[in-house]
């Protein structure tokens, strides 16, 4: 880390310099069809013969988060080409921000009809798969999207495999997802405050802000607060995760199996949360803010994010500098602190077929659209060009800015149907490829990604433990509870009862199952 510093040093000091391309001002009131010349060439040919279309269907498309205002439109574009090429339209679901693991879990349960929907190691798809909530694809890749099954690479296929099977289809697109610190670097400067570079220099930075900027809540929290202890966390160097039931893995000992809740780690981080919330470094009532964490500091509500990935910052940067030019954003990756990390697995960014899907064939051959049609692809990922974006110098150029935009780049999180082949870049993604560099630099694999939790015997008790946490942890975790070690001990007298100590014991003997099968050490 020493010999690092310097090296890394400098990089910061060339991502802070750099500002993101700001949008062109005026946009288009009138879209461009999506066949015009200008609009991406693709493939036209009707569908696979193998795959029955005479009959029209609607396919729901379900996707985590917010929906962009110009969605309707898209929707409306994308539904022409489906239409010719599938004898499909596609219905697009948002679920927003807002207790949305609930609503997954509703959308996977309930039987209601869903013919492709999100998934990623943090909606738990491993667990899912177990369980049997998605169909296996092995058969219907060759028969509904050949190009599909050809488009992504062997050796991905075999990693997001569940019990040998294929469940998910992976996005190719190599990144790093791992989280880093994010601060108003105009506000730093001004106020000559610490570059957050670790959680002393962070706690710091957040009390400067504080002091001088009174109306700007330094930290961006909402009612997803174990988020906040999550990142804290990994500054112990922890495996990927969050890891469930208050179980503790680090990295270089994946072998050593410990319950985190009740430990003095824990304890440690929960006196650093109550610490910040005395302080008043985020809102008393953050349980309930619904505000997304990267929109309250774009929009100016707060100055500082605890952890967000480099793509994530360069797209917060972005719509920041497009509607206040004299603002800016610092970042700083957790790996150059903790000395490592992990590129994205192949499981961080999927979709999958639920069970429930009526029109699974026509799913996947829609989604083969999605991800090997440029066509398809252009439209879901940046919009229309000339209405949302222009292409400039080869820099992909919002038109507008974050609220005359209807539709930002990758405006829908479709994060999963990435082609390398058909990415547009903004003039700013330059800096999240100098971050990607530095980080392949010190990367180390994720060893904990191809782990398939089976909670089948423990079903119940994992429902109660969850009800639980609501009511006992999140409090802690949000710094409202007075005494932190009755209210631990309180969570934790609560978590028993629920069947804490058998959920923890399985969880444990499946993962060393797991690393013993994988020659993890």
């Known amino acids: 880390m020493n010999k690092g510093k310097t090296a890394a040093s400098l990089f910061m000091a060339s991502v802070l310099l750099s500002t993101a391309l700001s949008g062109c001002t005026g946009a288009s009131n009138t879209p461009k069809p999506a066949a015009s010349d200008n609009a991406p060439t693709g493939s036209q040919t009707p569908a696979k013969a193998g795959v029955d279309t005479s009959k029209k269907v609607e396919l729901q498309f379900y996707m985590l988060g917010s929906a962009p205002k110009d969605l309707p439109i898209i929707e409306e574009e994308v539904n022409k080409l489906a239409l010719a090429d599938l004898n499909a339209t596609v219905k697009f679901n948002f679920t927003t921000w807002t207790d949305w693991e609930q609503k997954y879990k509703l959308l996977l349960s309930s039987g209601q009809s869903v013919d492709l929907i999100f998934t990623a190691e943090w909606t738990k798809f491993q667990a899912y798969a177990k369980s049997g909530a998605f169909l296996a694809l092995d058969d219907l890749l060759p028969k509904a999207a050949p ?21 998910t289809v992976p996005a190719t697109y190599k990144e790093y997802v791992t989280n880093g610190f994010v601060w108003r670097e105009d506000l730093r400067k001004k106020y000559n405050l610490p570059k957050p570079v670790d959680l002393a220099t962070f706690e710091a930075y957040l009390d400067g802000i504080k002091k001088n900027e009174p109306t700007i809540m330094p930290l961006a929290a909402n009612s997803d607060i174990s988020g906040l202890t999550d990142r804290i966390r990994e500054f112990n160097k922890w495996i990927g995760g969050p890891i469930p039931y208050g179980i503790g893995i680090k990295y270089d000992k994946p072998n050593e199996v410990y319950s985190y809740w009740g430990s003095d780690e824990q304890k440690k981080e929960l006196t650093m949360v109550k ?30 994010i605890i952890g967000d990935n480099p793509t994530r910052f360069n797209d917060s940067l972005i719509k920041m500098k497009s509607a206040h030019p004299d603002w800016d954003l610092g970042y700083h990756p957790y790996g150059l602190t903790i000395g490592f990390a992990t590129p994205v697995h192949p499981i961080h960014n999927g979709f999958a077929i639920p069970k429930s899907s009526k029109n699974a064939e026509r799913a996947l051959a ?75 630099k010190i990367q180390k694999p994720d060893i904990f990604l191809g782990f398939a939790e089976d909670y089948t015997s423990y079903q119940a008790e994992r429902a109660a433990l969850e009800q639980v946490e609501k009511q006992y ?12 070690d009755e209210g ?29 099968n994988k020659g993890i050490k």
């Open 275 to 304: 610490r910040w919330a005395d302080n008043g470094y985020f809102p008393k009532n953050v349980l309930n803010v619904k505000d997304t964490i990267p929109d309250q500091v774009v929009n100016g509500k707060a100055a500082a």
């Open 147 to 167: 190009k599909l099954q050809a488009h992504v690479p062997k050796d991905m296929w075999d990693a997001v495999k569940i019990d040998k099977k294929i469940y």
């Open 488 to 516: 631990l001990n309180t969570f934790l007298s609560k978590a028993k009862t629920a069947g804490l100590e058998k959920v923890q014991a399985e969880y444990k003997k499946q993962w060393l199952e797991y690393t013993a």
């Open 473 to 484: 942890l999140y409090p802690l975790q949000a710094g409202l509870v007075a005494n932190i």
């Open 366 to 440: 829609f989604y083969e659209k999605l991800v090997t049609d440029k066509r398809y692809n252009w439209l879901t990922q940046y919009g229309i060009q000339g209405k949302n974006f222009e292409i400039e110098n080869g820099y992909y150029t919002m038109l507008g800015d974050k609220n005359t935009n209807g539709f930002p780049r990758e405006g829908m999180q479709g994060w999963a149907w990435r082609n390398p082949e058909f990415m547009l870049f903004d003039k700013g993604y330059d800096n999240v490829k100098a971050i990607f560099d530095e980080l392949d």
